[in-house]
């Protein structure tokens, strides 16, 4: 049964974003670059099919604040009533506020489960199971080089919408 449209019902999304007005700047850039050096990898290492890899497209954009606002302005459909961007680690763990990583081996392992258990269907789905635990085990050294050199953290938006 579908239930009616509701009338100035509310509405709460959270989602990735990006801080920047720049498509290619942000962690999601950062965090699915790491994903497409681990997939070449597989490619060189003969475990992946380099047309396979070429057909292959993750269905994943993070907007800016001003891209979600002007959508819900143009649809007419919703009055928004609050919108904030912030931050949080990609080590879901990590709650510290500095720019410091305090354990590169433990919130690289941390990331990587997290971003396996985002993508690891879609993944799947495309190249087949098989090369799950080997991707991901290329995937994670990439995540720890790149903490190195800087803690990164993820834009998230959250925004409340009424109906009009």
Same mark, same amino acid.
């Given at each position: 049964m579908v239930s009616p449209p509701v009338n100035h019902g509310h509405m709460v999304l959270i989602f990735f974003g990006r801080k920047d007005e720049d498509v290619y700047n942000g962690s999601l850039s950062h965090i699915l670059g790491c994903v497409a050096k681990s997939l070449e990898s597989l490619v060189c290492k003969g475990l992946v099919n380099k047309e396979k890899l070429e057909s292959f497209n993750l269905p994943i954009y993070g907007p800016s604040d001003d891209e979600v606002m002007e959508i819900v302005m143009e649809s007419h459909m919703f009055d928004l009533v609050h919108m904030k961007l912030f931050e949080v680690n990609w080590d879901p763990y990590d709650d510290s506020v500095d720019d410091v990583v305090h354990d590169i081996a433990s919130s690289?392992?941390? &990331?990587?489960?997290?971003?396996?258990?985002?993508?690891?269907? @879609?993944? !799947?789905? #495309?190249?087949?199971?098989? &090369?799950?635990?080997?991707?991901?085990?290329?995937?994670?050294? @990439?995540? !720890?080089? #790149?903490?190195?050199?800087?803690?990164?953290?993820?834009?998230v938006i959250v925004m409340s919408l009424k109906k009009i």
């Open positions: 690289s392992q941390n &990331i990587t489960m997290g971003i396996r258990s985002v993508l690891e269907s @879609l993944i !799947a789905s #495309h190249f087949g199971e098989s &090369i799950l635990d080997v991707l991901f085990q290329e995937f994670r050294p @990439l995540v !720890a080089q #790149h903490l190195e050199r800087e803690k990164t953290k993820y834009a």
